[in-house]
C-alpha cells in the first residue's frame, strides 16, 4: 500500500453532532418547541442515529498500490480497467470501475480520492494507462469530467466532438 485515505475521529464526531443537531431541530419545528424533550423515543432516535452515522463513516477509506486501487472491500487493478463509467449516487459524484479481472468498484466517490492528491495520483495514472491500453471502454461524458485527452485511446462510440470527422488520415 502506498497511499490511503480515511476520515479522521474528528471528522466521525462531526457527523453524528450534525446528525444529532439535525434531528433535534426537526423534533422542535415539529412539535412547536419542546416538548420533544419528554418523550423517551425522541431521546433514543437521538442517541440511535448519530450512532449509526459515526460507524457509517468509520468504513468509508480508500486504499491504493502502484497498480491497485481499494474502496472498502472491493478492489480493483488500474493499469487492467475494461469499464470506466461516471455516476451520479445521490449527491455524490462517482465512478464504476471494472477490471480484466472481473473485479469491480460500484460507487467510488470522485471527491474523496481527489481529497488526497497522492491517492489521485496513482489512480489517475492507471486510468490513463488503461485508456491508453485501447482495452478500456470509457464514454465521452467520463472523459470529459476526467479530464483525459481524445488523443488517449480510442475515441468513445457516442462523441459528438468525431462526428463528421474522418477517421483513420
Not at 31 to 45: K, P, Q, R, S, Y
Not at 60 to 75: D, Y
Not at 112 to 123: A, F, H, S, T
Amino acid at each position: 500500500m502506498l497511499e490511503w485515505s480515511q476520515p479522521t475521529l474528528r471528522t466521525q464526531y462531526a457527523v453524528a453532532a450534525l446528525t444529532a443537531g439535525i434531528l433535534a431541530t426537526f423534533g422542535t419545528v415539529k412539535a412547536w418547541g419542546f416538548d420533544w424533550v419528554h418523550e423517551w423515543w425522541a431521546w433514543g432516535l437521538l442517541i440511535i442515529f448519530p450512532w449509526m452515522m459515526f460507524r457509517a463513516t468509520q468504513n468509508t477509506w480508500t486504499a491504493a498500490g502502484a497498480t491497485w486501487v481499494q474502496w472498502r472491500s472491493s478492489w480493483v487493478d488500474t493499469y487492467h480497467l475494461t469499464r470506466i463509467r461516471f455516476s451520479a449516487d445521490g449527491t455524490n459524484r462517482v465512478l464504476r470501475l471494472k477490471d480484466a479481472h472481473g473485479n469491480e468498484i460500484h460507487s467510488f466517490k470522485i471527491s474523496q480520492i481527489q481529497g488526497n492528491p497522492d491517492l489521485w495520483d496513482l489512480v489517475y495514472n492507471g486510468i490513463l494507462h488503461s485508456i491508453a491500453s485501447g482495452n478500456c471502454d470509457i464514454d465521452a461524458k467520463t472523459r470529459r469530467i476526467l479530464k483525459i485527452p481524445y488523443e488517449l485511446g480510442p475515441r468513445p462510440v457516442n462523441d459528438k466532438r468525431s462526428k463528421g470527422r474522418r477517421r483513420g488520415w
